[in-house]
């Protein structure tokens, strides 16, 4: 299961970091609420958190993706992408702080 990040093509190992990720977009909330409803059930019903560990969560997830993609273009690996092409990004489980 991939997603795109940036210029990351996000690789998951964990389902869990992916949905946390998902649900802790910017304004999320507002613009779909339907949406967000309904994956915080899924996630505080399936992980027993609370929604705020959910949401801290996804921003450490954020923030791990974010940071690999710093350190990969200072590493000179994302030179070379064309166009709309993305670097194939394997994102080892995070460990969550709860």
Request: hydrophobic residues 35%; contains cysteine; proline residues 5%.
């Amino acid at each position: 299961m991939t997603q795109a990040c940036g210029l990351l093509d996000v690789r998951w190992d964990s389902q869990f970091d992916r949905l946390c990720f998902q649900i802790s977009a910017p304004d999320l909330a507002q613009k779909n609420s339907r949406r967000y409803a309904k994956l915080l059930a899924e996630l505080t019903a399936g992980s027993g958190c609370t929604e705020e560990e959910i949401l801290a969560h996804g921003n450490k997830v954020r923030a791990y993706i974010y940071f690999a993609q710093e350190r990969l273009k200072r590493e000179g690996q994302l030179e070379n992408l064309k166009g709309k092409e993305k670097y194939p990004y394997q994102l080892p489980p995070v460990i969550p702080a709860f």
